[in-house]
């Protein structure tokens, strides 16, 4: 471990000792979702899918989120179940998508997610919500030990899962691997797109199996469940299959997006990534549309989390987003809402 990382490792030990020493509890269930690594390994998809499961078994989900670039100071309500009330700016991208995409559903956004818990409760009990059939679903939680849950979810991006094995910031890593130990279940994300070899996994679970023996482990991919125009209107399932696309996106692990359009069939002429929750400037748009027409695109593509920050602005008609959706193993939401143990 070099010096930069055993400084990171030290004041890590401190806040982790801190929050757990102050830990507090939620009189309901609290479902974590969260990563060893920075970047994308789908939380997002991952945190709207167990909300809308948690719904079909008749459970009133909440979601509780740091809200990331977000401007709006927490707690504060992003959605109580009736779609945004902030905008995209002062809640972050990714509450907002969530919002717009769960109906019934109340996203909280707040860096303590204790003191949301609470506030939600404050708010939501007088209007007949029961403690006994709420979940808090935590987004992005497992370095947040000062609120107990009853299951952590890891999440592992299976093309990159131990981020180099060096902690920040000289790799990924948010905490060293042995921290794998304390997950209640496993999903490598990205391990059911098309690509990935049977023995390649078989031998990343070995390798899981050695810090964490007992925590089930499932493989999840990204699946299409949207295409359509930036106003709502589908288009055919099949419809990005043989078209010439140029792609741009600004997520924490761009490569999944281009899987996603290769494996629907799509001829991916060009792609700009830019930063993770990048805030898109005029001359951004005006570039992507310059690197498009040159690389011979008919149809400019992007993500749901993009477009909402690019959508009230005059948009060329051949603008196209792509949905995906949170694909996992059968088994896994039985596993997650399963009151046995913890």
């Given at each position: 471990?070099?010096?930069?990382?055993?400084?990171y490792y030290l004041?890590?030990?401190?806040?982790?000792?801190?929050?757990?020493?102050?830990?507090?509890?939620?009189?309901?269930?609290?479902?974590?979702?969260?990563?060893?690594?920075?970047?994308?390994?789908?939380?997002?998809?991952?945190?709207?899918?167990?909300?809308?499961?948690?719904?079909?078994?008749?459970?009133?989900?909440?979601?509780?989120?740091?809200?990331?670039?977000?401007?709006?100071?927490?707690?504060?309500?992003?959605?109580?179940?009736?779609?945004?009330?902030?905008?995209?700016?002062?809640?972050?991208?990714?509450?907002?998508?969530?919002?717009?995409?769960?109906?019934?559903?109340?996203?909280?956004?707040?860096?303590?997610?204790?003191?949301?818990?609470?506030?939600?409760?404050?708010?939501?009990?007088?209007?007949?919500?029961?403690?006994?059939?709420?979940?808090?679903?935590?987004?992005?939680?497992?370095?947040?030990?000062?609120?107990y849950r009853d299951?952590?979810?890891?999440?592992?991006?299976?093309?990159?899962?131990?981020?180099?094995?060096?902690?920040?910031?000289?790799?990924?890593?948010?905490?060293?691997?042995?921290?794998?130990?304390?997950?209640?279940?496993?999903?490598?994300?990205?391990?059911?797109?098309?690509?990935?070899?049977?023995?390649?996994?078989?031998?990343?679970?070995?390798?899981?199996?050695?810090?964490?023996?007992?925590?089930?482990?499932?493989?999840?991919?990204?699946?299409?469940?949207?295409?359509?125009?930036?106003?709502?209107?589908?288009?055919?399932?099949?419809?990005?299959?043989?078209?010439?696309?140029?792609?741009?996106?600004?997520?924490?692990?761009?490569?999944?997006?281009?899987?996603?359009?290769?494996?629907?069939?799509?001829?991916?002429?060009?792609?700009?990534?830019?930063?993770?929750?990048?805030?898109?400037?005029?001359?951004?748009?005006?570039?992507?549309?310059?690197?498009?027409?040159?690389?011979?695109?008919?149809?400019?593509?992007?993500?749901?989390?993009?477009?909402?920050?690019?959508?009230?602005?005059?948009?060329?008609?051949?603008?196209?987003?792509?949905?995906?959706?949170?694909?996992?193993?059968?088994?896994?939401?039985?596993?997650?809402?399963?009151?046995?143990?913890?």
């Amino acid at each position: 471990m070099r010096l930069l990382e055993f400084l990171y490792y030290l004041g890590l030990t401190a806040k982790k000792f801190h929050a757990l020493k102050n830990q507090k509890r939620l009189p309901c269930r609290v479902i974590s979702i969260g990563n060893l690594t920075t970047g994308g390994t789908g939380k997002t998809p991952c945190a709207i899918a167990l909300a809308q499961e948690a719904r079909r078994r008749g459970l009133k989900p909440v979601i509780l989120t740091r809200g990331y670039k977000g401007t709006a100071q927490g707690p504060v309500f992003v959605s109580m179940g009736e779609g945004p009330i902030l905008s995209v700016e002062e809640a972050g991208d990714e509450p907002f998508l969530m919002a717009r995409k769960l109906p019934g559903v109340p996203i909280i956004k707040g860096g303590d997610r204790y003191a949301s818990g609470v506030f939600t409760l404050e708010r939501l009990t007088p209007r007949g919500w029961d403690p006994a059939a709420m979940v808090f679903i935590l987004d992005d939680g497992f370095q947040h030990w000062r609120l107990y849950r009853d299951k952590d979810i890891l999440l592992m991006d299976s093309a990159n899962p131990f981020g180099a094995r060096k902690l920040l910031p000289m790799g990924r890593l948010r905490e060293p691997l042995t921290a794998m130990g304390r997950a209640d279940i496993i999903v490598l994300t990205g391990a059911a797109d098309a690509g990935n070899k049977e023995e390649d996994m078989a031998g990343l679970c070995n390798e899981i199996r050695l810090y964490n023996p007992s925590a089930p482990v499932f493989q999840a991919g990204h699946a299409p469940v949207f295409c359509g125009t930036p106003s709502g209107e589908g288009m055919p399932g099949d419809w990005l299959s043989g078209k010439r696309l140029y792609a741009f996106c600004g997520l924490g692990n761009p490569d999944s997006f281009k899987k996603t359009l290769l494996a629907e069939g799509g001829i991916l002429v060009g792609i700009r990534a830019f930063r993770d929750h990048h805030h898109y400037r005029p001359d951004d748009m005006t570039a992507v549309q310059t690197e498009a027409r040159k690389a011979g695109a008919d149809w400019i593509v992007t993500t749901e989390k993009d477009i909402i920050k690019i959508q009230e602005r005059g948009l060329p008609d051949n603008v196209v987003v792509v949905g995906t959706g949170f694909a996992v193993d059968s088994g896994f939401y039985d596993n997650v809402f399963d009151r046995k143990g913890r």
